[in-house]
């Protein structure tokens, strides 16, 4: 499997621990510190103890979509 495959296979994991809710899982696939570009800002995270923080609130607000 070539660099570009294994990208796309550890995105595929990610995603389905994101779409799970299972913050393990995401973890897992993430490389920390962790950045991520939103619009145009930057949010960044040193540490899985600093990410999970949010996520249970970005949780909260996918739930309240429904």
């Known amino acids: 499997m ?6 796309k296979v550890a995105f595929r ?13 995401m973890i897992a696939e993430m490389h920390f510190p962790h950045l991520r570009l939103a619009r ?9 103890a600093d990410w999970l923080a949010g996520h249970d609130a970005l949780t909260e607000k996918l739930l309240a979509e429904d």
């Open 2 to 7: 070539n660099s570009a495959e294994e990208v």
């Open 13 to 25: 994991r990610w995603l389905e621990g994101f779409n799970a809710r299972d913050s393990d899982v």
């Open 40 to 48: 145009t800002q930057f949010d960044s995270w040193d540490t899985p």
